[in-house]
């Protein structure tokens, strides 16, 4: 599989938290930062200060490019630390400690890029949250992993769709920084082509 091929991990956070909002970013290439983005992107920043807290002794690697061509991803992780010859995925957030299914989708996909790499199994990560300085264990369980390679075959079929997926207007768009772009009160469960059609609809109903 050619790289540009590739899926990009983060894909499959985002089509877990919405399968349009992931349409929007990777497909039409529309991203705009709110307050919630922008600690992410601070949260990311802070991974060479912050690992050392979380390590516990560990050797590490930050900023790991991994990959899968039997999964057809691709992807960076924020800290993997070594355990002997056995990676070990963290994946940094800003919030405080909860369980996600779309950070868990991400941290398994990473696991399983590593698994292809290196050879061996990856039974689990943690997340860590950079405002608790809390870990949450996150275990690949095959029911994660399954949900991994079903979210891929997914966003691949968005990537071939002619349309993007109906907004779903629900308490998600509240910290949704792509909100106003995707105007889910004004689709109405109808799948426009292009954010632009969304505007040209909008433009139709106000005339």
Known sequence: MEEDQLIPIS?????????????????EQVFVDNIWTAKGKWSHERVDEEHVLSSKGYTITTSLRVWSERLGLTGICDVVE??????????????PRKGHLWDDTQLCAQAMCLEDMCGVPVPEGAIYHVSSRHRRVVTFTPE???????????????????????????????????????????TDGTAPRSWYDVLAQVGEDIG
């Open 11 to 27: 894909a499959l956070q985002h089509y877990a938290y919405c399968p349009r909002q992931c349409a929007l970013i990777h497909i």
């Open 82 to 95: 070594w355990h002997g010859d056995t990676p070990y995925p963290v994946e940094f957030k800003h919030g």
């Open 144 to 186: 994660l992993r399954a949900k991994v390679e079903e979210m891929v075959q997914a966003v691949r079929a968005l990537y071939t769709a002619e349309a993007l997926p109906p907004a779903v207007h629900d308490q998600r768009c509240t910290h949704c920084s792509l909100q106003d772009v995707c105007m889910p009160e004004w």
